[in-house]
């Protein structure tokens, strides 16, 4: 069955704190992976994405991931997150199903930073 | 700019009544999706339309239908709340990937 698996549901860092996020994936079809972010009190938006290529995919505000076939792994990596990172991360999968393409999330990573 | 916007933020209703969350894109979106939010098992897809009078079930679309007389409206139906239909609801549009979704800033359902 399509899934996807998210470690941590959550994350407590400090500021310029290096960030990982693990995020594993179940599908047997073409790979196409996504992060998506949630600030507090604003819509859910994507963040990144990977299609082919490249498996280190950089995103907006200095976020990157890196896919990693041979585990089915896509981890969300920041090298210092700062308080306004402070959001709901979640993972996603396009799976290809009844003739329509859809999205899979994964549960999500609240992450919080502290000053 | 880019708009989703869903009707209620919060809603309160009793079990067993009818229940109707209405989405409106204005981006002349063909592809719009009803989600469910909720705390440890993140996103999950309720029912989709990719075009107008046409709709497809998502991953849990039990105890919920859907109308989609307009392009740009999108509705969610609660036939019979359930208690277990405590959640967010959240409403997305897109227009040919899938991914790049936008969604609407959500409702927060509670049935008592």
Not at chain 1, 6 to 14: E, G, K, Y
Not at chain 1, 34 to 53: I, T
Not at chain 2, 55 to 73: A, N
Request: charged letters at 20%; a positive charge; one cysteine or more.
């Amino acid at each position: 069955a399509q899934s996807v698996s998210q470690h941590n549901h959550h994350v407590i860092l400090s500021e310029a704190a290096s960030l990982e996020l693990g995020c594993n994936y179940s599908y047997g079809g073409t790979v196409n992976l996504f992060w998506y972010v949630q600030y507090p009190g604003q819509h859910l938006q994507l963040l990144l994405k990977y299609f082919s290529g490249d498996p280190l995919v950089k995103g907006i505000k200095g976020f990157e991931a890196e896919f990693i076939k041979s585990k089915f792994s896509f981890n969300l990596r920041k090298p210092s997150v700062q308080w306004s990172d402070t959001a709901e991360y979640f993972c996603a999968v396009r799976v290809f199903s009844g003739g329509y393409n859809k999205l899979i999330f994964g549960a999500g990573t609240r992450l919080a930073v502290h000053p | 700019d880019v708009k989703v916007t869903q009707s209620s933020r919060y809603l309160v209703k009793r079990t067993g009544e009818k229940v109707f969350l209405e989405c409106v894109q204005d981006m002349d979106h063909e592809n719009m999706f009803w989600y469910r939010q909720d705390p440890g098992l993140g996103l999950r897809l309720i029912y989709f339309s990719y075009d107008v009078k046409m709709k497809e079930k998502g991953d849990i679309p039990e105890g919920y239908s859907v109308s989609r007389e307009k392009k740009e409206r999108f509705s969610l139906i609660l036939e019979s709340a359930s208690t277990n239909q405590t959640s967010m609801y959240l409403c997305a549009s897109t227009t040919g990937r899938v991914y790049e979704q936008y969604f609407g800033p959500g409702t927060r359902l509670t049935v008592t």
